[in-house]
């Protein structure tokens, strides 16, 4: 079966059918081949999972050898998140493609992304009507909350990390999602990491690996 999004695929290091499948959703501009580097450095700790790396459904403005989740240059709130909803639509789609080709449920599904990639993983996993087990972002924030807050059909668990000088997503983008997730009653966690830009530092690979580790192996 080939997707309705181009993936690198990653399958379990245990070479047995996947038990839970990790999906990672990369940021403006780049592609899945970009964010398996996270994928590669966890496979060999979560054995039983397929980690699938899907490269975004648009060729990016900004750069056009990677890819984009939606549009972000010039665009008023309205038209981000009208442009959103059809890139979590195709996220959607995913999902119950590789979760029925692999026989996974979504309750052994966990969404990762980074900047753009976290955006679009928050409001996919909040909103999916079948409950995935977790979303874990870096550097992201929710899109639209007056929408995300009218639209809540799950609670998977989440945990959201930033760092403190980020010039891209602004840190307090974090603490208006921290906010925003207690408000309406969600198990989050978060962490802030100190002199640390827009990017995924070590630490970052391996609290997020423990998070995983703990939601997705029962």
């Known amino acids: 079966m080939t997707y309705s999004l181009n993936t690198t695929l990653i399958n379990p290091s245990s070479n047995s059918a996947p038990k839970n499948i990790v999906i990672l959703c990369h940021g403006?501009?780049?592609?899945?081949?970009?964010?398996?580097?996270?994928?590669?450095?966890?496979?060999?700790?979560?054995?039983?999972t397929?980690?699938?790396?899907?490269?975004?459904?648009?060729?990016?403005k900004v750069n056009p050898s990677g890819f984009q989740w939606f549009d972000l240059m010039d665009q008023s709130e309205d038209e981000?998140?009208?442009?959103?909803?059809?890139?979590e639509r195709k996220l959607n789609l995913f999902i119950s493609e590789i979760a029925n080709k692999n026989k996974v449920k979504d309750k052994d599904i966990a969404l990762v992304g980074f900047s753009q990639g976290c955006m679009i993983s928050l409001q996919t996993g909040i909103k999916r009507k079948n409950e995935i087990a977790c979303v874990l972002g870096y550097s992201g924030k929710v899109i639209n909350i007056?929408?995300?807050?009218?639209n809540i059909n799950s609670r998977p668990k989440i945990y959201l990390m930033h760092g403190d000088i980020d010039q891209v997503v602004p840190v307090n983008s974090l603490l208006e999602s921290k906010h925003f997730f207690e408000q309406n009653d969600y198990q989050i966690s978060t962490?802030?990491?100190?002199?640390?830009?827009?990017?995924?530092?070590?630490?970052?690979?391996?609290?997020?690996l423990?998070?995983?580790?703990?939601?997705?192996?029962?």
């Not at 403006?28 to 039983?48: H, R």
């Not at 962490?191 to 997020?208: A, D, T, V, W």
């Not at 423990?210 to 029962?218: A, D």
């Open 80 to 87: 981000i998140l009208s442009k959103s909803l059809i890139a």
């Open 210 to 218: 423990e998070f995983l580790k703990k939601n997705l192996t029962k």
């Open 50 to 60: 397929l980690f699938a790396c899907p490269n975004a459904p648009e060729i990016c």
């Open 146 to 150: 007056e929408h995300l807050k009218k």
């Open 28 to 48: 403006y501009g780049g592609d899945g081949k970009d964010i398996s580097v996270l994928a590669n450095y966890w496979k060999n700790f979560l054995p039983e």
């Open 191 to 208: 962490k802030i990491f100190q002199q640390c830009e827009h990017r995924i530092p070590n630490e970052g690979l391996s609290i997020g």
